[in-house]
């Protein structure tokens, strides 16, 4: 159930008296209706279970505007978090089939894989459906802060739910443990970011434990194979069973025509049309038509979204949406 949320407009507060027993109302309703514990609320308002029982039994002692004006706002916030639309569900295309099947052949055949290329091409959304299918993949991302041995090996036994204390030689004793003959599957998505240390350690965890290992990342990942310098990279490279070089400028209409009609349901040809003169040449490509499609969802308002929708929506964005010439 919604709870009534009480505005507040260019400093105007209505009845002070009335506006309390709303946002209290807004609080028991939380509680009574969405399970929410006073703990939780605490945390979400930065507040006190303390100060929050208290308010509600009115024997609060504090500056009783101030935290009805920070209760309504949090009311008014998670009311329109769940108004929002929900993510986009999975949905195959050309690229997503391309990924699986590499996926699959390193799941079942083992040795390494390299996944790269361009963004917003669906390598993370097509990692997490195939992990969400097979019980043995785990996936993991690396990032600017997580990209040496330690931190890799405390994501690795997260993932596979185990206890991640101790130095890198405890660490590395746990994950071999856990990998040993198990088949699994090790995704590592922005592999870019990953040390040369890191990057040997896990194709020594390969060899160690017969599991399989897949690198993804944007271009310069295949490039950190052959830079001269650092760790030599011939082992990792001799055992690359699959190399999948993704190009976003690829997508095909039909690829296009599946991402908006997902999100968008009915969706008129004319605005296939305008996604499939820009979409493969933007920065994001499937990005792109995804983040278009949500904010013109919500300036249509219901209603059904047109080529105007998806104009206003890009100046919002700020994207080049002018349509771009395709090569034959």
């Not at 024997?59 to 920070?70: I, N, S």
């Not at 990924?99 to 091409?121: C, K, S």
């Not at 003959?181 to 590592?188: A, D, F, N, T």
């Not at 039909?254 to 296939?272: F, H, I, S, W």
Request: net charge positive; hydrophobic share 40%.
């Amino acid at each position: 159930m919604r709870r009534k949320v009480v505005p507040i407009q260019n400093g105007y507060k209505p009845d002070e008296v009335e506006w309390g027993i709303q946002v209290r109302e807004n609080l028991r309703m939380a509680i009574r209706e969405e399970g929410l514990s006073l703990s939780v609320i605490a945390e979400q308002t930065g507040t006190s279970v303390q100060i929050l029982r208290a308010y509600l039994e009115s024997t609060y002692r504090g500056d009783t505007l101030a935290l009805t004006q920070k209760l309504d706002a949090w009311a008014r916030a998670t009311e329109a978090h769940q108004r929002a639309p929900s993510p986009q569900s999975f949905v195959h295309t050309s690229h997503s089939r391309r990924i699986y099947a590499a996926l699959r052949l390193v799941h079942e055949q083992g040795g390494i894989g390299a996944i790269y290329g361009d963004p917003g091409t669906g390598k993370t959304a097509t990692f997490r459906a195939y992990r969400n299918e097979n019980p043995t993949a785990l996936l993991i991302t690396a990032s600017p802060a997580i990209r040496s041995p330690q931190p890799i090996l405390v994501r690795i036994l997260r993932a596979l739910r185990r206890g991640s204390s101790g130095g890198i030689p405890a660490l590395v004793s746990a994950v071999e443990f856990h990998l040993a003959k198990s088949g699994r599957l090790l995704i590592v998505d922005e592999a870019q970011h990953l040390t040369n240390e890191a990057i040997d350690l896990l194709r020594c965890l390969v060899d160690v434990t017969e599991a399989r290992l897949v690198l993804s990342g944007n271009n310069t990942l295949w490039d950190r194979f052959h830079a001269k310098g650092g760790i030599p990279f011939e082992q990792p490279i001799s055992r690359v069973t699959v190399r999948l070089h993704l190009d976003a400028t690829r997508m095909t209409r039909k690829d296009v025509e599946v991402v908006v009609r997902q999100a968008l349901n009915d969706v008129p040809r004319d605005c296939v049309d305008w996604f499939f003169a820009r979409a493969p040449h933007q920065v994001g490509h499937y990005r792109f038509i995804v983040n278009h499609c949500r904010l013109a969802k919500h300036l249509a308002q219901g209603k059904g979204v047109t080529t105007e929708h998806l104009e206003t929506a890009g100046r919002m964005m700020e994207w080049d949406n002018r349509p771009k010439g395709r090569e034959s």
